[in-house]
């Protein structure tokens, strides 16, 4: 059965501290990797990887894929209370014509000030 | 530009009874996605359409659920008769077409539902 597994399931820091989130995957016919925040509401999509080694950024967030280990990494530096939020990673797989995503349960990250 | 749209924003009921969930995707989009949340089991895909056509329903959970996608702009999901066990956020989520699927699906503000 196809799964995805994040760690660790919540954490809290302090404003200015740095964070990595943990995804790994077992999943038939893999595509890609993403990354949300979810805030009070619906997710919010953060990234997409595809090649393993190639790390994507925006602003102090930051992640990679190895596809090797099959795993992903969410990187967050210099944290803010913003940042306060569920970070879910879902992987794709090739199913259907659009593929379809594979959920883990969430990081659940408090940054207090 | 208008997101996803979902009605109703929260729905409390009575075991037994039917629930309709709503759903507009975003136009243009081409695939539309219904997932469940719950603290227990997060995020779960329960269906998704390409092209108004139900291409996995593999997550949903039993007969007592059924979704629908008449046509490119509304969908629905329905659980008659609900149960209590049913309580949970449902989102939709809609994405576009091309490239092989950029893989970015935009979720709508989810309805959360109540069975009492």
Redesign the interface.
């Known amino acids: 059965e196809d799964k995805v597994v994040q760690s660790p399931l919540s954490l809290v820091v302090h404003e200015g501290d740095t964070v990595t989130l943990n995804c790994s995957y077992e999943v038939t016919n893999f595509?890609?990797l993403?990354w949300y925040k979810q805030e009070k509401?619906?997710?919010?999509?953060l990234f997409?990887l595809t090649s393993s080694g190639i790390e994507k950024k925006s602003g102090r967030l930051s992640s990679i894929l190895d596809k090797k280990e099959l795993s992903s990494i969410l990187n967050i530096t210099a944290t803010q209370t913003g940042d306060s939020a569920i970070y879910?990673c879902?992987a794709?797989n090739y199913?259907?014509?659009?593929?379809?995503?594979?959920?883990?349960?969430?990081t659940k990250l408090s940054v207090k000030p | 530009d208008a997101g996803v749209i979902q009605s109703p924003r929260h729905e409390v009921t009575e075991m037994g009874q039917e629930v309709t969930l709503r759903c507009k995707p975003i136009s243009g989009h081409n695939s539309l996605f219904w997932y469940r949340q719950t603290m227990m089991r997060g995020l779960e895909l329960l269906i998704y359409f390409n092209n108004n056509v139900p291409i996995d329903d593999s997550g949903m959970p039993e007969d007592r659920f059924s979704a629908k996608m008449p046509n490119a702009s509304f969908s629905t999901l329905k659980i008659q008769p609900s149960e209590p066990r049913d309580s949970a956020v449902y989102f939709c989520a809609s994405s576009p077409p091309g490239r092989g699927g950029s893989g970015e699906q935009f979720f709508g503000p989810g309805t959360r539902l109540t069975v009492l």
Do not use: D, E
């Open positions: 595509r890609s993403l509401k619906a997710p919010t999509f997409m879910l879902a794709m199913g259907g014509s659009q593929g379809n995503l594979i959920f883990g349960k969430g």
